[in-house]
């Protein structure tokens, strides 16, 4: 079985979709989603709804859970709560509680998904190194899990009490290792490459190859321009190093 693993999809429209046409072509069996479908994007309503179709495993990221709420979003910088408050207020009420009932931790047969980290996943912690990946993988219940979050790529392998970062874009599993797998961002990337970021999982083969996919970027920042979203959210699709 392929799996397609996708996470921070972030309201944009033209990359899941590329994403999702360029995993149909690759014949993979089945999605996953990490969370943050919403927020920073101008199509929220399309994108939770694709979601929902796809009837997928999927977790709730910050986004999706700061927008099924009505707390305050003071806590957190201009562009999320301008972009936040306005999708609040376009989503339908199903759609922000289904949002606000996704796990934030999930197990899919031997290996686990989430949003930000395996452990203490509702606190939305980041894996920016290999210090960060290293706590993780030394509390992680499973062999493998998948999280995103930082919107950047990576491969983290921990084997005989060592944690290391592997530089590649693809990732063959040792039985007598544990893996963490950040996806990167479909909607959002930010490691200097401003094509969508997902990952195929072959789980027959062992394999997890990192793939890149070139959406419209131009049509996504031309509706936040014209939803009235801050300037900036537009300019961040091209400047994402």
């Known amino acids: 079985m392929k799996l397609a693993i996708i996470s921070d999809i972030h309201a944009n429209l033209q990359a899941l979709e590329a994403v999702i046409d360029h995993a149909s072509s690759e014949n993979v069996d089945q999605f996953i989603c990490l969370g943050d479908i919403v927020g920073y994007g101008p199509q929220p309503m399309e994108c939770t709804r694709i979601i929902q179709d796809l009837n997928?495993?999927?977790?709730r990221g910050n986004h999706d859970h700061e927008v099924a709420g009505n707390g305050s979003l003071d806590t957190l910088h201009q562009d999320a709560q301008a972009s936040l408050t306005w999708t609040r207020k376009i989503l339908t009420d199903p759609q922000r509680a289904w949002l606000g009932a996704l796990p934030y931790v999930r197990r899919v047969g031997r290996f686990s998904i989430a949003h930000a980290t395996p452990h203490r996943s509702n606190l939305f912690g980041y894996v920016h190194d290999l210090a960060d990946a290293d706590r993780c993988l030394q509390e992680q219940a499973t062999p493998l899990c998948f999280i995103g979050?930082?919107?950047?790529?990576?491969?983290?392998?921990?084997?005989?009490?060592?944690?290391?970062?592997?530089?590649?874009?693809?990732?063959?599993?040792s039985e007598v290792s544990k893996y963490l797998?950040?996806?990167?961002?479909?909607?959002?990337?930010?490691?200097?490459?401003?094509?969508?970021?997902?990952?195929?999982f072959d789980r027959t083969s062992r394999v997890i190859q990192r793939h890149r996919v070139v959406y419209d970027v131009e049509k996504t920042q031309d509706l936040l321009r014209l939803a009235g979203l801050p300037a900036s959210l537009a300019e961040r699709l091209v400047d994402v190093a």
């Open 181 to 200: 797998c950040n996806v990167g961002s479909v909607g959002q990337p930010r490691d200097s490459d401003i094509r969508a970021s997902y990952v195929i």
């Open 56 to 59: 997928c495993p999927t977790v």
């Open 149 to 173: 979050h930082t919107h950047v790529p990576g491969f983290f392998e921990h084997t005989q009490g060592v944690t290391h970062e592997i530089d590649s874009s693809y990732c063959t599993l």
